[in-house]
């Protein structure tokens, strides 16, 4: 039988770095925290967890609350259980990534008046409090292993979008250049996209194709 006392109990939040696509930029979510320390900084989406809720249930009533999403596609990644990463006390954050279209970031978001919020390219990331700068770039990596697939994909672009945009999205994920035309091959002969018949009008420039995914697009790894 286990001995509990005081040195056994911890503090335990819940943290999200939620992710969005707009013009080919990949964002997330950040809050700006309004009380010391670090007043001023940047921090992640999260709540504590109170001791009669799950994990699930606080995450998903912290995002629909403060975030304002109740579509979202949320995965439980990492946990960070280093004792100091927060100062004088101990707290151990489990985290998750989540998912959402800019359409329905620009149509459903709700976010409270009282939360200043932002959405930063992911290449631009400001300064944030304690251990969440540590936390992004996890969940970034975490991100670059699952966008290879290609119902991940269909999440972040549901509706239409260039195939110079895809393309630039996963070079700022994965980190490395791609060859416009063996990455437009792959796209186009797996049978993963489809041409929508028009062209994204109104930009500077030719105006180029707009394509969507299909349908019925199987579940495959794509890099």
Known sequence: MNNYNNDSYNIIETLISIFTIEKGEVKILLFRKKNEPYKGYWMLPGKVLNNNES???NISDYVLENCGFSNLYIE?????SDIDR???KRVIATTCIGLIDSKS???KQEIPDSIESEWFNILTIPKTIYDHDEIIKKSIEYLKNK???SNILKMLFPSDFTLPELQKVYEQILDKELDRRNFRKKFVSQGLIEDT???NEGFSGRPAKLYRFKDDIEEMNLF
């Open 55 to 57: 994990l699930e249930e």
């Open 147 to 149: 966008i290879i697939n």
């Open 76 to 80: 439980q990644c990492l946990v960070f």
């Open 105 to 107: 970031v620009e149509l």
């Open 86 to 88: 927060v100062p004088d």
């Open 197 to 199: 018949g028009y062209k």
